[in-house]
């Protein structure tokens, strides 16, 4: 029977650019040798997420982000306090189990966080990438950074955005954007390759220390909520993991919190 210590060997084995000892992709909560049956996956194990999965008879939730607003979801903290407590009672009573898969799904290639994100845009078109592998060029038809920012916006939609907020001048010309993997966005690396317009989430994207500097150095910067750059990987790994284990059940949530724009 597959467990999910079984699913975290499998996927780590193939990840030479994680460490084992030290990823934070681990169990979070449960028993990593419990055999599964029904698998969820998920961007953000938000309350309304975990309730989902335990209502639709879940026996492990695969979850991108931390459990407990903490990346390393150290022992403590809000764990045992508020939301945070609210969470831990309901894994405990469910005997649901809580992977992480952060550090592997990142940088996975093809269907992982980054080159999903690309094809969720409709961006085919990969010039080059970063020296890291962070970070991807594309070519588009050249067009005004606000007629490819209008592009943006309708593509991220479905993914959970209703609006996409744009720093630059709207009439400049672009043709090379660029993307990255959830905070760790396209930065000076890829304006130094040619880029000429960011497309960047908040948790990565300060106002002083990043975007206002980006608009000097002439470039478009199309800023996205985190959620949005990452949930096509998610979605992906779903497809992934009926392919390995076509007798497991495999499901994904999406009722995390959702930004929302008034004007
Ligand atoms: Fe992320």
Not at 30 to 37: F, N, R, S, V
Not at 103 to 114: A, E, H, L, Q, V
Not at 214 to 241: D, K, P, R
Request: charged letters at 25%; hydrophobic letters at 35%.
């Amino acid at each position: 029977m597959t467990t999910a210590n079984i699913i975290r060997d499998h996927v780590l084995n193939k990840c030479s650019w994680v460490d084992k000892e030290t990823t934070v992709d681990s169990i979070k909560i449960g028993d990593g040798d419990k055999p599964l049956k029904k698998v969820g996956v998920c961007w953000y194990c938000s309350i309304k997420t975990i309730k989902s999965a335990i209502d639709a008879e879940c026996d492990l939730l695969i979850t991108h982000e931390p459990t407990w607003w903490d990346h390393f979801d150290s022992p403590g903290g809000w764990r045992d306090k508020g939301p945070g407590l609210k969470k831990t009672k309901l894994l405990e009573k469910s005997g649901m189990v809580v992977l992480r898969l952060h550090d592997s799904w990142d940088r996975w290639p093809k269907i992982g966080i980054r080159d999903s994100f690309a094809k969720a845009l409709g961006l085919n078109n990969f010039v080059l990438e970063s020296d890291d592998h962070w970070n991807a060029m594309y070519e588009v038809p050249e067009q005004t950074l606000k007629n490819f920012a209008g592009y943006v916006a309708e593509k991220v939609k479905p993914l959970g955005d209703d609006a996409v907020q744009v720093i630059g001048n709207p009439n400049m010309k672009i043709r090379y954007p660029s993307i990255g993997i959830g905070c760790g966005g396209p930065k000076d690396n890829m304006i130094e390759k040619g880029s000429d317009v960011l497309i960047m989430c908040f948790d990565g994207a300060s106002y002083w220390r990043d975007r206002d500097r980006f608009a000097e150095q002439g470039v478009g910067v199309i800023t996205l909520e985190h959620g949005t750059t990452e949930v096509s990987g998610m979605e992906a790994m779903t497809g992934y993991l009926k392919e390995a284990w076509p007798e497991l059940e495999v499901q994904y949530f999406d009722n995390h919190w959702k930004a929302w724009h008034a004007n």
